[in-house]
């Protein structure tokens, strides 16, 4: 029997039931209605502290920091597809956002410096963005921050989904295109790993 593709999703808003966690939500549902199984972390309510620069890290790619991000790094790894739903803060992703992401320094050393790990699985990766704003230039700010983590963990940067002009919770409920993207972006994850294999 082929096992289930895997999804790990992250909720970097520390708003619950806000336009980001709508959006993902809304494509989560879509990939479980097709037989994916979803882990989901909110980022806000995880006990983790930002990356410390470790100087002795081993370089198998695993951060020792005994913290809440050891959930995350073996899902990742076993991860068919990654989303990082994230709002726009001051121009870029949010706090909760990076501090996650800086923690994955330990597999960009391993990889690009000192090339003793290898990332096994190739995954897609899935970046969903808010901002109140209508600016395209901090969604590219955004954007290029995550395709850099992407190519870290082993993601390709497959599908985007960005909602300018949303500020309240709920507003995005106005912008049903948004919803409707979000509902294709979770069936194409896992329609496309079906074609291909
Ligand atoms: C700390 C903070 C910083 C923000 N910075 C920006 C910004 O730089 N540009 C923008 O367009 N909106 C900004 N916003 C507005 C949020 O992106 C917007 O309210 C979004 O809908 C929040 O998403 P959420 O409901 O998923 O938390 C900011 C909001 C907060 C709380």
Known sequence: MRSPFRILAVLASPRRGGNSEVLLNACLEEAVKMGAHVDTFFLNSMKFVP???CPDIT????CKLKDEMQKIYPLMEQA????????IFFGSVSAQAKMMIDRFQCQWLGIYMLKTYK??????GVF???EGSDRKDFFENARSVVKNFFATVGASYKYELFCPGVDEKGAV????ECIKKAR???????????EAG
């Open 119 to 124: 990332n096994n699985k190739r995954k897609q």
């Open 128 to 130: 969903i963005s808010v």
């Open 173 to 176: 409920q106005k912008h049903p």
């Open 59 to 62: 370089g198998d790619g695993r």
């Open 80 to 87: 068919d597809a990654v989303i990082l739903a994230s709002p």
């Open 184 to 194: 294709d972006i979770g069936r194409l994850l896992v329609e496309n790993s079906r």
């Open 51 to 53: 990356c410390q620069e």
